[in-house]
């Protein structure tokens, strides 16, 4: 059984110009709010999370630049996806439950991702990158 929650989801663009629609962009949809039960303590994923070797290893990037211990705010973590450098700036963190992120990615893009992780038992969370 999928225990994806999909009820923030879903997320319609519609584009407003003609510009838009000339050049075949009709509606796009992405995924904004991801969230599943993980079979894994909270401890164990906040872990995954803030701790920067982790968190490279488990993403599949390379780590260039990043604090040796775990994250707290302001800290700023260089990572790279093939040749391209992407970079994380710890807006917020409220251990253990949430973590908020200012990304860089390569062309511009800028995302704002905030992981909350809610524990359920001993030995489920669930997690949500939004």
């Not at 705010?73 to 970079?87: C, E, H, K, N």
């Amino acid at each position: 059984m999928d225990s994806t929650d999909y009820s923030c989801i879903v997320a319609q663009w519609r584009p407003n110009s003609r510009e838009a629609a000339a050049v075949g962009y009709t509606d796009a949809f992405m995924d904004v709010c991801p969230t599943d039960i993980i079979l894994a303590p909270a401890e164990r994923i906040w872990r995954l999370v803030t701790d920067p070797r982790e968190l490279a290893h488990w993403s599949g990037m390379r780590l260039v630049e990043a604090p040796a211990r775990a994250i707290s705010s302001g800290d700023r973590l260089v990572f790279r996806a093939g040749v391209f450098p992407i970079t994380f700036d710890v807006v917020d963190i409220q251990a253990p439950r949430q973590l908020t992120l200012g990304i860089a990615l390569p062309f511009g893009v800028k995302n704002r991702e905030q992981i909350q992780i809610t524990r359920i038992d001993s030995n489920s969370s669930r997690t949500t990158f939004n």
